[in-house]
């Protein structure tokens, strides 16, 4: 593949221009949902691990049409889910859990679960995760994402995109600084640091014009 993607057997470079669409087909559906996790793992490994298990049980549950894709011809390169109407992006429930990992180690995966519960409020956007492709940032792919987050969140009448982002991300944090997203509150967690790799995690906003 050298340097860059293959769409359609012709080589893209790494400066490839990236169209962003609401939602994805099956042929996406494994690639997004490696793509979360490759994120996220950290934080979901004491409730999805294995990565394998993970990957299979968040493919199964992705809803497809509560995210924003960044594709790079036929390659999806990046992902923004969201919660709007009471579903996100990954709504695995507690069936699910049980299902995959059976009786005897479901009680600690859920209650791990808990610690990651968040709900919108009735005039906001809340994101259910942004990322970019490791081999794909540092092309603006990410702020394409969050301008048509924006867009998508005046189209249904919210005021407010509100995200999380934790203390060893800073990268995503300046990119949200950017993009106009203010801090509003900061919650110190340092028991997580060991099981899920943080000790911080800042609640954003951004008003939509």
């Not at 990410?142 to 005021?159: I, P």
């Amino acid at each position: 593949m050298g340097d860059g993607l293959q769409a359609g057997g012709v080589a893209l470079p790494p400066d490839a221009e990236a169209h962003v669409e609401l939602g994805f087909g099956p042929e996406h559906r494994r690639a997004a949902a490696e793509l979360y996790w490759d994120a996220f793992g950290v934080k979901l490994e004491h409730i999805l691990a294995p990565r394998a298990r993970g990957i299979n049980i968040i493919e199964r549950t992705l809803a497809p049409d509560r995210a924003l894709v960044a594709l790079q011809g036929d390659e999806l390169v990046g992902l923004a889910g969201f919660s709007l109407d009471g579903r996100a992006l990954v709504e695995i429930t507690v069936r699910d859990i049980i299902r995959e990992y059976g009786l005897l180690s479901s009680p600690r995966r859920l209650a791990w679960a808990t610690l990651l519960d968040r709900n919108p409020r009735p005039h906001e956007l809340l994101m259910d995760g942004i990322v970019v492709r490791a081999d794909r940032r540092g092309h603006g792919i990410g702020s394409q994402l969050l301008d048509r987050v924006f867009e998508l969140a005046d189209e249904h009448g919210k005021r407010v995109v509100r995200l999380d982002v934790v203390d060893t991300n800073p990268a995503a944090r300046r990119l949200y600084e950017r993009m106009g997203f203010v801090e509003m509150k900061t919650e110190q967690v340092p028991f997580l640091r060991k099981a899920m790799g943080f000790a911080a995690a800042t609640s954003m906003e951004r008003t939509v014009p």
